[in-house]
């Protein structure tokens, strides 16, 4: 009777620490998680895509593979959070990263890297798929957003940056789709390049850039 009684207390107790290790390992699989995503929008933040940029690039100097890089800044969305707020502004940022996933393979990575900018990785790719992807971005981002039942219009300024035979350091490649989407934004910007979109944000007299007068 006292040997069952031990028996059933050992059982228990090793239940108990087989619901604790699994705790542990559901806590430790989150931390992990949320190390590497975006709170907001659940894609892979500035850690994780560095991360895959340099397995994609030693990937690439195996196989012999060009990589490319979009780098993607939302035009209007300071004024969205100005004018309708903060929580209007995550929603934004949670439906364009679910476009952004529509747009690229599941061998890309998607990355919000703060604020309105994101970032994503093409490997295995070239300067034609690249482009296209690109004008599949900018399509997808000009469709109106529905907010609260009213419709929202915003664009996207696209920086490119396609691999060179020169080896290159992740950051740097990361700089030079940053400093290309900073072109593209200056041309828009100044008008030099009026595209539709903002024709439509002037056209509701809410969001218009400047120099584009408001209807």
Known sequence: MVQEIHM????QENQRLRRRVTQLEELL????????HDPLTGLANRALLLDRLTIALGMADRMHHLIGILAIDLDGFKLVNDELGHQAGDQILK???????LCVRTTDTVARMGGDEFIIILPDTTGKAVAIVRDKIN???AQPYLLDKREVVL???IGKFMQTDLPMMPEDMLAEADEDMYKVKLIRRHGLELPVMWKDIAATGLYAPPGVPQH
């Open 95 to 101: 439906i364009v990263s679910a476009r952004l996933m």
């Open 155 to 157: 664009g996207a300024s």
């Open 29 to 36: 699989r989150v931390l992990q998680y949320d190390a590497h």
């Open 139 to 141: 399509r997808s981002l």
């Open 8 to 11: 059933e207390t050992l059982r």
